[in-house]
């Protein structure tokens, strides 16, 4: 049900009047121990709590028990609250003052696994010098959580949020590195895998044993009936692993089916139970407590089904995301969310705002970077930007060139239309090309779940690697050597200076080449994604130092654009205007902010290109003082390019 304005405030009140008394016989104890806490919570939870109950209620209160399932959210909010250690209750108040922290041009995310990056916790404690001399203050540490030996989908099934995985370290040890993190000025970020456990999670084996409280936290069905009904109008996100998007398995020797969108071992849960949004709001609460203070939601597309529908995005995924962030809000403020949605771009939007997902992955963004790479022209890029880079106050993008996973060409086909461009097609054209396979082609790329039904294939590969690095090392020569590291600064020099949180996937800072050796191992193989997920070499890293090596090229590039970012407080917010180059090669933007202007053009060609005066005059460009690039203002007024270069006036 929806409750009107008036209605909500009333029912909220009435409500809080009813459960309060309990929930404070409940903890009457921790309340006389810290009254002013209990006062703090009280406070947070009037302001937010008519927000939380018009969410929960529309999901929920169909359901005989709602009421119940409402009162335990409030208690264990409550008990939550009464656990955070007082430093996060100050940082809590420190971002409720500047709720737009994110927004600042010092920002400057990282992501990397673990083991691959450290070996393990206490590595990655050791590494906090690195990370300042690279100026991160945003560190996303893959998932790190207790996860079944062997295949796991690098973390991504979680056998228990509270534990970490063994080899890794231990919860304590992620709370001290928080705090370590924190007092060198950087924010720890991981993932909240909240669509789906590992089918090893307490709750799953519960379940496999028959419990009927725990197989109704799963969609399981007793026959391939409904299964099959929802097939009919479902995406496959693994193919190559499972055709459809559900498992057998048996309980009490009985054949069901479960369902299972990734990997057969990744157990989707029920949202339509509201004791798995209480029990997942626990395991949120009991991370933010920990010190975590951007929770990377994974997969929000996929969290509520239908019958009918394609279960992705679906009206009630965004209501369930909205009521965790009204907990957040209540009882772990610091806390905010970056949306994992690798999905149409009009979708991809639906999960920002400061309700829902503050932050969001751009995939957009990322994947035409790579389609300008490899086509060196600019107007899809220069279009999105245009039509689709803006966003509300109080949000930001994180954007990337490369992460952890595939990438998928999630352009809009609309949009390509207008251009004269048929999307499918070009889709075509850009895997053929990220897999080397077009003529001309610099990248070494992989394909990845590829689809003989559909034609359908993402590319997998490392930075350095599909902008040519691997090719021209291994087959060409020092020319082509340079025009890969310079495409590889060049996408990163956009996403640092675009707007928005940039987010560099380590590695690709000292030009990371593809790492083939995933092929010898059994519980990789199958997944080309590993093929850039390598172990981290540290030697390599050593030589960043050494100017005249690749990796100290490389790197000096990427300090060059971070101290142009931090230098500079034009480039925080997000506030950008495209420019009309006149050239199909060439990008141009313009940021403003704190009434400042920078002026930014991108070459995307491997020959010199010309902006005309027309636009130099235009933008005044002669009256601001040049702050990256290697160009030349021409005789004629006009400005030359080189090859591949990035140029910044402000
Ligand atoms: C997310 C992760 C991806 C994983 C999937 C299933 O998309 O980024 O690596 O395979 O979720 O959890
Ligand atoms: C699909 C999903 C996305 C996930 C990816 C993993 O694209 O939409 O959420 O990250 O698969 O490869």
């Known amino acids: ?3 009107e304005i008036n209605q909500l405030e009333t029912e909220a009140r009435i409500s809080l009047k009813r459960i309060l008394p309990r929930v404070e016989a409940a903890l009457k104890r921790s309340i006389t121990k810290d009254p002013q806490a209990w006062e703090q919570f009280n406070a947070r939870l009037q302001q937010n709590f008519p927000a939380l109950l018009s969410l929960y209620a529309e999901v929920y209160s169909d359901r005989y028990d709602f009421f119940y399932h409402l009162e335990d959210l409030v208690e264990s909010m409550a008990r939550s609250w009464f656990n955070r250690p007082q430093d996060l209750r100050e940082l809590d108040d420190v971002r409720e003052q500047n709720p737009h922290w994110f927004q600042s041009n010092q920002m400057l995310g990282g992501i990397c696994y673990v083991d691959l990056f450290a070996n393990n916790l206490d590595g990655i404690r050791k590494k906090i010098p690195y990370f300042k001399e690279l100026g991160l203050t945003y560190i996303h540490l893959m998932p790190l959580f207790k996860a079944p030996d062997g295949e796991n989908d690098g973390g991504y099934a979680v056998s228990s949020y509270r534990e970490v995985h063994p080899p890794l370290g231990t919860m304590k040890q992620l709370a001290s590195l928080a705090r370590d993190f924190r007092e060198a000025g950087i924010s720890l970020v991981v993932d909240l895998v909240f669509n789906h456990t590992s089918d ?10 028959g419990d009927e409280e725990y197989m109704d936290f799963y969609r399981i069905f007793p026959s391939r009936e409904l299964p099959s009904r929802y097939e009919q109008n479902l995406r496959e996100i693994f193919p190559e692993e499972h055709s459809g998007a559900f498992s057998p398995f048996v309980i009490n020797g009985k054949e069901h089916w479960v369902w299972t969108t990734f990997h057969s071992y990744q157990w989707d849960l029920n949202y339509a139970n509201p004791a798995v949004f209480n029990r997942m709001a626990e395991e949120m609460l009991f991370l933010a407590n920990q010190g975590v203070e951007v929770l990377r939601l994974d997969a929000v597309a996929f969290i509520w089904k239908q019958l009918g529908t394609n279960c992705e995005n679906l009206p009630q995924a965004h209501t369930l995301i909205k009521a965790f962030n009204a907990v957040a809000r209540i009882a772990s403020p610091a806390l905010i969310f970056k949306s994992e949605a690798i999905v149409h771009p009009d979708d991809v ?41 803006k966003l509300q106050s109080g949000t930001a993008w994180v954007n990337y060139v490369r992460v952890h996973d595939d990438i998928g060409w999630t352009f809009s086909d609309e949009d ?40 359908d294939c993402r590319i997998s590969g490392t930075g350095a690697s599909l902008a040519g690095l691997e090719k021209a090392l291994h087959e060409e020569g020092e020319k082509e050597v340079e025009l890969a590291i310079r495409r590889i600064l ?21 030009g990371t080449l593809n790492d083939y050796t995933y092929r010898d191992d059994p519980a990789h193989e199958r997944d080309s994604r590993w093929v850039h997920r390598p172990r981290a070499d540290w030697k390599k890293y050593e030589k960043r130092k050494n100017l005249h090596s690749l990796e100290g090229h490389i790197f000096r590039g990427f300090r060059a654009m971070i101290e142009l970012r931090k230098g500079n407080d034009v480039f925080a917010g997000g506030e950008l205007d495209v420019i009309p180059t006149d050239n199909e090669h060439v990008l141009g933007f313009t940021r403003t ?17 010309t902006i005309s005066s027309r636009v130099i005059e235009q933008y005044a460009i002669t009256s601001l003082k040049k702050l990256h690039g290697r160009n030349h203002v021409s005789p004629k007024n006009s400005l030359l390019l080189e090859p591949l270069d990035f140029v910044v006036f402000g």
């Open 416 to 455: 390509a239309a207008q251009l004269g461009m048929n999307g499918y097609d070009h889709r075509r054209f850009l895997n053929e090309f990220y897999r080397g396979r077009f003529p001309g082609s610099f990248a070494r790329g992989l394909p990845f779940q590829e689809n003989p039904a559909t034609g």
């Open 593 to 609: 902010h704190g009434g400042k202007r920078a002026v930014v053009f991108a070459n995307f060609s491997e020959s010199p290109q």
């Open 1 to 3: 049900m929806m409750f």
């Open 349 to 389: 939007v639906k999960y920002i705002s400061p309700e829902e997902c503050q932050v969001s992955y751009n995939p957009l963004l990322m994947a035409l970077l790579w389609n300008s790479l490899a086509t060196r022209e600019v107007k899809l890029l220069s279009q999105a930007l245009a039509s689709r880079f």
């Open 490 to 510: 060049l996408i990163h020099a956009i996403i640092i200076t675009v707007g928005g949180i940039p987010l560099i996937y380590l590695g690709d800072e000292i």
């Open 200 to 209: 090893e999670h307490i709750w799953a084996e519960r379940a496999k044993a």
